[in-house]
């Protein structure tokens, strides 16, 4: 914690009680929705919607990865220091 300012550190405990509301939010939310029962269409939905979130969440981080080794991201960056041709 040396090297940590005022700022960081405020920072740092804002982001642990948003996680510490977010735990008690899901733990409160999961006890109260323990009894009701989920059609056969709503588990359809369910994973279809985590299936494609993933194929889509997949396919943008592989899109961005091609982009980044093909060098086609160098042109968007007029500030980046580019090496001398030879």
Known sequence: MEGMGKG?????????VILFGAGVWAITFWNETSGVEMSE???IALGLG???????GCG???LMFFSS?????????????????S
């Open 69 to 85: 080794r093909s060098g086609h991201d160098e042109a968007a960056d007029p500030f980046r220091k580019h090496p001398p041709s």
């Open 41 to 43: 269409h709503g588990w």
């Open 8 to 16: 960081r550190i405020a920072i740092l405990i804002a982001l642990v």
């Open 50 to 56: 985590t299936f494609f979130s993933l194929v889509i």
């Open 60 to 62: 943008l981080m592989a």
